[in-house]
């Protein structure tokens, strides 16, 4: 397994640069190391540094897709508003003012600046769900109320919604499959949060949509995530030095390729930190690191002299 990768990875060189990643070392002297190494022109690499990729926003990696905020910030109250404005057409019986208000509600989660309140969020989802269900739509129906009961629904189908989102809903709640998100960096940094609740490192959810929500230089920023499968979720600016030379260590390896896919992508990469050199090569689940030059040992310290003690004064 170990010894493949460098073979693709030499015929893959000559039709583009690699990228080789670095944090302290001067690029030349890392240009060089790297040469002199692995037996590449220096001109075949492309230089990374660690702080472009710290810098990036936060991704997704494995069967996920996140969708960013594209418009202005919303508070809370807005969002209140449109739920209870939606509910005040639904009892009048004007489904499209329903409808359009439940709409401007939900895309408004997607760009809340404040902590979601899931029982508001739920509600918007149930009676959607609910009104797609009295329209004959059952498919869509069903995606709004797995959201629904992701954000911590009620257990039993309110009785003052349509009465043809209750089949729909009881099917979705006895739903087993799961999917899992890990967070890289596990534990560093604002910790996230998937409807509403925070996530420190790895989670087991729904397939289907969830509301994202990262803490931020700038504020709390919300994205709606759609899982299908197994996912990493990448947040750069979580990430806190060190951290090229976890690479060194099995238990460390993967939250450090997991931001380095983030930023480069889905492809073969060098990494040189303090004297090691590591080559990330892509398999199916992600990317799989070769230790190619071992980090240097720790310098050894001198043992310290025990301190003579001070002689005593005759009297």
Request: glycine content about 10%.
């Amino acid at each position: 397994m170990f010894g493949q990768p460098v073979i693709l990875l030499l015929s893959w060189s000559a039709f583009a640069g690699i990228p080789l990643v670095y944090d302290t070392t001067l690029p030349n002297e890392v240009l060089e190391q790297a040469a002199a190494r692995t037996g590449l022109p220096a001109s075949q690499f492309d230089l990374v540094t660690l702080e472009s990729l710290l810098k990036g926003p936060p991704r997704v990696l494995g069967s996920a897709v996140l969708r960013h905020c594209s418009g202005n910030p919303t508070r809370a109250a807005e969002l209140l508003g449109h739920a209870v404005r939606g509910e005040a057409a639904w009892q009048a019986s004007d489904v499209a003012l329903a409808m359009d208000e439940l709409d401007l509600g939900i895309g408004g989660l997607g760009c809340l600046s404040e902590r979601v309140d899931p029982a508001v969020a739920a509600r918007m989802f149930l009676l959607r769900g609910g009104l797609l269900a009295r329209a004959g739509e059952k498919e869509e129906a069903a995606a709004e109320l797995r959201t629904a009961v992701s954000l911590g629904a009620p257990s039993s189908w309110p009785a003052d919604l349509p009465s043809e989102g209750k089949p729909i809903f009881e099917d979705v709640q006895v739903e087993i499959f799961r999917v899992q998100l890990w967070i890289a960096p596990a534990g560093e940094g604002g910790i996230p949060a998937v409807d509403g609740q925070n996530v420190a490192e790895v989670v087991l959810l729904r397939a289907g949509l969830h509301l994202l929500q990262m803490p931020s230089t700038a504020g709390l920023r919300s994205a709606w995530l759609t899982l299908d499968g197994e996912s990493f979720l990448v947040l750069p600016g979580n990430f806190r030095r060190p951290i090229l030379e976890r690479l060194s260590d099995p238990a460390g390896q993967e939250g450090v390729e997991a931001l380095i896919e983030a930023g480069l992508g889905h492809t073969a990469a060098y990494v040189a930190e303090a004297g090691a050199l590591y080559l990330l090569s892509p398999e199916e689940q992600g990317l799989s690191t070769t230790v190619l030059v071992a980090p240097p040992p720790p310098p050894v310290q001198p043992e310290k002299k025990p301190k003579k003690g001070k002689k005593s004064k005759n009297p």
